[in-house]
């Protein structure tokens, strides 16, 4: 995780199949108790308020309630079989049993967007206060285009990859890099692999990358484009304009919050034919947003971030 002078306290091996590790991660973090050795819990990830009872005072950093269970319930669900329907289904009623009778101990409640804002208050009946995540923005920097859009995001259904490679396959003279994964025997994993195997000559995939090189990959690109269906917030994007790089986002989500349309980039709908205006439209001139990105990225450093959360552990 490149992570120093932390200290990391690992719960334990996880079984490999994806819906029995979803339980044990739920179980251990149940069972874990730091209660005396820390001053104060700050949890993020869903499973992570699991330990709430014991581990006070709290604050939840909620990211998004579990989308799998929520809003994207019936989105994953008509994509499995028979068989996967049902566990998933029994899986996820009580995921959200867990998560009602967890979040009564929660103290206070944080999240990183007005769209994930509105999805606590709807599914969880919580209200949450709005503080943006961050992005180390000193870690970013611009060059000069190298000949590739970029693209960075798991490879799950949601992220919607299928219209990027649409979107550049009908631009044979344009290159996108994806940078991404999947997790083995989650259902992305066919998704991953049919998006593999149907990419043009156009279109590179690399796999997960080392900070320093994502920087890299960042700083020459000639834009960012990102398609993820109703994106909780989106970091990716924070860290494209940190480099200087105009962002081609669908019109929707977090993107909302963070892309400044004609300014910062460009805010389309998810359709290939407005995809590929924006991209030529931007490869133009892609240096003419670099400014107003690298401003807007400010916005989103880790120093405001840090001084809202210690204000909120006061």
Same mark, same amino acid.
């Given at each position: 995780m490149e992570i120093e002078n932390i200290k990391i306290i690992n719960l334990g091996m996880l079984p490999k199949h994806v819906f029995l590790k979803h339980w044990a991660v739920s179980l251990k973090f149940f069972l874990c108790d730091f209660s005396k050795d820390f001053d104060f819990f700050i949890f993020s990830g869903n499973r992570s308020i699991f330990a709430s009872k014991k581990h006070k005072p709290n604050l939840w950093y909620c990211h998004t309630p579990e989308r799998? =269970?929520?809003? %994207?319930?019936?989105?994953?669900?008509?994509?499995?079989?028979?068989? +996967?329907? !049902? /566990?998933?289904?029994? $899986?996820a009623l009580t995921f959200r049993f867990l998560t009602n009778q967890s979040i009564r101990e929660v103290?206070?409640? =944080?999240?990183?967007?007005?769209? =994930? #804002? @509105?999805?606590?208050?709807?599914? %969880?009946?919580? #209200?949450?206060?709005? !503080?943006?995540?961050?992005? +180390?923005? @000193? #870690?970013?920097?611009?060059?000069?285009? $190298? $000949?590739?859009?970029?693209?960075?995001? &798991? %490879?799950?259904?949601? #992220? &919607?990859?299928?219209?990027?490679?649409?979107?550049? &396959?009908?631009?044979?003279?344009?290159? %996108?890099? /994806?940078?991404? +994964?999947?997790?083995? *025997? +989650?259902?992305?994993?066919?998704?991953?692999? @049919?998006?593999?195997?149907?990419?043009?000559?156009?279109?590179?995939?690399?796999?997960? =990358? @080392?900070?320093?090189?994502?920087?890299?990959?960042?700083?020459?690109?000639? *834009?960012?484009?990102?398609?993820?269906?109703?994106?909780?917030?989106g970091m990716t994007v924070i860290e494209a304009m940190a480099s200087g790089k105009p962002v081609v986002a669908v019109n929707e989500g977090g993107y909302l919050e963070t892309v400044l349309h004609k300014k910062t980039g460009l805010l389309v709908n998810a359709n290939i034919e407005e995809l590929i205006s924006a991209v030529k439209k931007i490869s133009k001139n892609p240096k003419k947003y670099k400014l107003a990105c690298i401003k807007q990225a400010k916005k989103f450093d880790i120093s405001k971030f840090v001084k809202k959360i210690k204000m909120e552990m006061s």
């Open positions: 799998a =269970v929520y809003d %994207l319930y019936s989105f994953y669900r008509n994509q499995m079989n028979f068989f +996967d329907k !049902i /566990i998933f289904t029994f $899986g103290q206070k409640i =944080v999240c990183n967007s007005e769209n =994930v #804002k @509105k999805r606590i208050q709807k599914y %969880l009946r919580q #209200k949450a206060k709005i !503080i943006f995540p961050f992005a +180390d923005t @000193k #870690k970013f920097y611009f060059s000069k285009p $190298g $000949g590739y859009w970029l693209s960075v995001n &798991r %490879l799950y259904p949601s #992220k &919607r990859v299928e219209l990027q490679i649409e979107t550049f &396959r009908k631009m044979p003279e344009q290159k %996108l890099i /994806i940078v991404g +994964d999947f997790v083995k *025997g +989650d259902p992305s994993e066919e998704y991953a692999k @049919k998006i593999f195997s149907n990419a043009p000559k156009n279109i590179e995939f690399t796999w997960m =990358v @080392k900070e320093h090189e994502l920087a890299r990959l960042y700083a020459n690109s000639i *834009g960012f484009i990102t398609t993820s269906r109703d994106e909780d917030f």
